[in-house]
């Protein structure tokens, strides 16, 4: 079993910056890949970024790339997702999760661990 635990949400104006955490306990940590997803009310969860066990290999959404960032500290056992240029459209729960095999990084149902998630909120 691996714990999951976002942190670093909250309200920012739009052009603002956060950063997300996401702590993880439990099994070792630098097995698995993680990624970022993200939930807007009515909306699918959806994928914003990922990252492999290594750190070797990042993957964005289109929606975000340029100005989203995910690393990882395996010694610390967390990830992080560095948003800046955020806009009012990226409103949403961010969850993070946790895999063990490699695949397609962008599909929920390929991960196996998921945190309760931290609320962003952009303004206009």
């Known amino acids: 079993q691996v714990q999951l635990v976002e942190s670093g949400g909250g309200l920012v104006q739009a052009g603002g910056s956060l950063r997300l955490s996401c702590a993880a306990s439990?099994?070792?940590?630098?097995?698995?890949?993680m990624g970022w997803f993200r939930q807007a009310p009515g909306k699918e969860r959806e994928f914003v970024a990922a990252i492999t066990w290594s750190g070797g290999r990042t993957y964005y959404a289109d929606s975000v790339k340029g100005r989203f960032t995910v690393s990882r500290d395996n010694a610390k056992n967390t990830v992080y997702l560095q948003m800046n240029s955020l806009k009012p459209e990226d409103t949403a729960v961010y969850y993070c999760?946790?895999?063990?095999?490699?695949?397609?990084?962008?599909?929920?149902?390929?991960?196996?661990?998921w945190g309760q998630g931290t609320q962003v909120t952009v303004s206009s």
């Open positions: 439990g099994r070792t940590f630098s097995r698995y890949a």
């Open positions: 999760a946790a895999r063990e095999s490699t695949g397609n990084y962008y599909v929920v149902g390929q991960y196996d661990y």
